[in-house]
């Protein structure tokens, strides 16, 4: 504990106005982030200072936050440097076990508890107690030390200074743009898996174990070969993964009845041939008619693959592509969009094709379902946090919310029941036309992130897309919402087979695509 | 009795570089021992591994008795170790840096912290950035000095210094010889003759010979033989004769093995009766530059 103590106090010393600046950093932060709470509306204003003020500064302070902690490790780990063999110190009787937690104690001390603290102010800031937050807090702290400060120090002890650090940084980068960029090579390769997860735990074992090795052995060469075999590692996860099987096993078939029926509407061509292919891609829609979604029931879509056969035998694949599309029980039609490529659209629209599409989804029951009617002024809005109603540019929800958005809900409001004034362009909504919005709430404990308060805005969504204008004046004081919370019941995949489809009829401009009118759901 | 240091066949590979082939010391304990050789023989190479800095390829070393590859933290204690080209904290002042050494070693003995600032000459309050390199390194053997340790490695410690600042050097390393081990690497010869108990070669990262400096002293001769008339040198001379010229009627060579009556018998039998004879005591340098010239291994 000696040691510890001592050489805590070194560090502190000697790097003060690192620490001073990093410090200084959070301040300008934490001032930054309650003025944006506060002066929401200065983004409108026009002049290049005000843009600067209110968007520029604190995109610019949220980096330079996490860079300074950055710096700051990276500094008091190579100021015993574990590379090299001419540092004095290793000579000297340092118990490594008691030099690392003397490195551990400095970032606890000048790092995890200024960010603590800052997190306290700003909750209560924010309206918030913070003891009712203390493990989220504490799973924020846990996450930065993770995912930043591990890793960071990993790299600080197989580098001797900060050139050679930022050397190990720049590959690393050079090998996730590479990795991302060998993403769309490989098929699927976006659907959800577990690589992400074991990509994680492997890079923080990995950066666990340098730091041991390094601070005990000082093994450089065997750590650096460690972290080049990390890489290679993860570049075969991603190249050997099966995708496939992994959509499969992620999304089964259901055992029973499909929970929805989707048909493929046909398309009405009133070909326009004058909509321009953009980025030498054709957008392609199939709308699908939707029916036997139970009242209480959401689905979403979360991803699909779509194949496509023409007569010839040439066949298109898309890979697995990420979808957020919800579907309630009113809604009778889903469009289901992507982009062909101008040279195989050429080589489909002129012969019929048959279409596969493999829809992954999850299906949801809405629970807890209750009225709600928008106060006006600030209130506390149950598990979402303290919310105020804003008429100004757009009528909705502003959040504020601590830690996460704690439950998902899925609001519904019928139209016509809004107490927002209409403008002049809008049309009084009819009765019977609902609109929605779902609030996805977080898995974890809390966002990783500097600040604790999250702002979120709620608002609602008339998917009928032929009657926009008329049908959404949104939330203001006194609108009855109907809330309940969505929770999941099982993810499946739907998989749809059309035949002797005549691609052009659904490329999106060049046909007008039938949609339906819904009808009242609630 | 432990060694303070013991090495056996002791090999060190860089890539293709064979910077230590098979390095067999022992040095004993109170020695003052130096190991001299001329740049590149291995010297720094030998005294990072026995340090623990760097690990060796293969063979063994033992200081104060532990495997030099586990000398790390609490074993560190009872050895001081100052190197020319050790990387210091620059940042911290002289006392600071005294200050932050203290806790580390229980036997830091702060009178004697204070007599050696006061030996050295060496300002508390100033930067070790801003000493020169002479009072950098009375700054670094102080911090190794004031905890009496067993052992003291010094990795050339004398280069590029001032005679003066050699001299404050070495006295302070004299003035701890009686309670410490010391093993100092140096091809200063001359500073090494004026305080060393022993003495190792080395070359290429091979021991060409390891004895007591008194016991070197004592075999080593420079021999001067006058004739007269110019004697005829046999084919092959004894392999103790170094360097062997004849000019005229005198002959000279250096005697790696004096013995007074065995060195005389041997003459008489090469050469003759000779009409004078002179066996002169040689100097460290005198000695290690015939062997160098001679290219034996004299061990």
């Known amino acids: 504990m000696n040691q510890v103590w001592n050489i805590f106090r070194k560090d502190a010393r000697h790097h ?146 900060i050139p050679q650090m930022l050397l190990a940084v720049l590959l690393l980068a050079i090998f996730m743009i590479g990795t991302t960029a060998l993403s769309p090579l490989i098929p699927n390769s976006s659907a959800p898996s577990d690589i992400a997860g074991w990509s994680g735990f492997l890079l923080i074992g990995t950066a666990v174990a340098i730091i041991l090795l390094q601070y005990s052995r000082r093994r450089t060469a065997f750590s650096r070969w460690l972290i080049l075999g990390l890489c290679g590692l993860l570049t075969l996860m991603e190249v050997a993964t099966p995708y496939r099987s992994v959509i499969a096993r992620e999304y089964p078939l259901p055992n029973g009845n499909l929970p929805v029926q989707l048909a493929l509407v046909p398309a009405v061509t009133h070909d326009t041939g004058s909509f321009p292919a ?101 209130f506390a809005w149950p598990d979402v946090g303290l919310c105020v109603s804003e008429m100004q540019y757009w009528n909705r929800v502003h959040c504020r919310v601590p830690l996460r958005r704690a439950t998902s809900l899925f609001i519904t409001s019928e139209t016509a029941a809004s107490t927002c004034p209409l403008t002049g362009r809008n049309i009084p909504p009819s009765p019977g036309v609902f609109a929605h919005n779902t609030v996805w709430g977080d898995s974890e404990p809390a966002e990783i992130g500097i600040s604790p308060v999250h702002e979120v805005d709620i608002y609602l969504t008339n998917w009928d897309t032929s009657d926009s204008n008329a049908t959404n004046p949104g939330i203001c004081p006194g609108t009855p919402l109907i809330l309940s919370n969505p929770e999941s019941v099982g993810r499946n995949r739907i998989e749809l087979h059309f035949e002797n489809l005549s691609l052009a009829d659904y490329r999106v401009g060049s046909a007008i695509i039938r949609t339906t009118v819904r009808s009242a759901g609630h | 009795m432990t060694s303070a240091i013991q090495t056996d066949t002791l090999i060190k590979k860089f890539r293709r570089v064979d910077a230590l082939q098979g390095l067999t010391l022992n040095v004993p304990q109170s020695a003052v021992y130096a190991l001299v050789g001329p740049n590149g023989a291995g010297k720094t190479t030998a005294i990072k591994i026995l340090m623990n800095i760097i690990r060796a390829t293969s063979g063994r070393a033992e200081v104060l008795g532990v495997d030099s590859s586990h000398i790390r933290g609490r074993l560190l204690e009872p050895i001081g170790y100052v190197s020319e080209n050790q990387e210091m904290p620059e940042w911290m002042t002289v006392g600071a840096l005294l200050d932050y ?199």
């Open chain 2, 101 to 299: 050494l203290r806790p580390f070693y229980p036997a830091w003995d702060a009178a004697l912290e204070a007599e050696l600032i006061k030996q050295f000459d060496l300002p508390r309050d100033r930067k070790l950035r801003h000493l020169s390199r002479g009072m950098r390194m009375k700054a670094a053997l102080a911090s190794s000095l004031a905890y009496h340790p067993k052992l003291i490695v010094l990795d050339e410690p004398f280069t590029g210094l001032d005679p003066l600042v050699r001299d404050e050097l070495i006295q302070g390393l004299i003035d701890r010889a009686e309670e410490s081990s010391i093993f100092v690497s140096s091809h200063d010869l001359a500073e090494i003759e004026t305080f060393a108990s022993h003495v190792a070669y080395l070359e290429e990262g091979k021991l060409r010979f390891a004895e007591e400096l008194t016991s070197l002293a004592n075999r080593f001769r420079e021999v001067e033989l006058t004739f007269d008339a110019p004697p005829i040198l046999p084919e092959k001379t004894p392999e103790n004769w170094l360097q062997v010229s004849a000019s005229a009627a005198v002959v000279r060579f250096t005697d790696c093995r004096f013995d007074a009556e065995r060195s005389a018998a041997e003459i008489r039998t090469a050469l003759g009766e000779p009409r004078n004879v002179t066996f002169s005591p040689m100097s460290l340098r005198s000695i290690f530059l015939a062997m160098a010239k001679s290219g034996r291994n004299l061990a």
């Open chain 1, 16 to 161: 003060w106005p690192e620490i001073a600046a990093s410090l200084a950093l959070l301040v300008a932060f934490a001032w930054l982030d309650i003025r944006d709470w506060s002066h929401r509306d200065s983004f409108v204003a026009t002049g290049f200072s005000i843009l600067l003020a209110s968007r520029f500064l604190p995109g610019l302070v949220d980096a330079l936050v996490p860079i300074s902690w950055t710096f700051l490790i990276v500094r008091i780990v190579q100021g015993e440097s574990l590379v090299g063999d001419r540092q004095f110190w290793v000579t000297r009787p340092y118990d490594w076990k008691q030099l690392v937690a003397a490195k551990a104690l400095f970032v606890l001390a000048f790092i995890n508890l200024p960010l603590f603290i800052l997190d306290i102010f700003l909750l209560i800031r924010a309206g918030f107690h913070p003891a009712h937050y203390l493990g989220g807090l504490l799973w924020m702290q846990v996450m930065w030390i993770l995912c930043l400060f591990l890793p960071t120090a990993a790299l600080a002890t197989i580098t001797k200074n």
């Open chain 1, 278 to 378: 953009y980025d030498g891609s054709i957008p392609i829609r199939f709308p699908l008619s939707v029916s036997g979604l139970p009242n209480d029931s959401l689905l979403q879509l979360n991803g699909m693959i779509v194949t496509l056969t023409n007569a010839d035998g040439f066949r298109w694949d898309s890979g697995w592509r990420g979808q957020a599309l919800s579907l309630v029980a009113d809604e009778k039609t889903a469009h289901i969009n992507f982009d062909l490529q101008q040279k195989v659209f050429d080589r489909m629209k002129s012969a019929p094709v048959t279409a596969h599409l493999l829809l992954a989804f999850t299906l949801y029951h809405n629970r807890d379902q209750r009225e709600f009617t928008v106060p006006s002024g600030e």
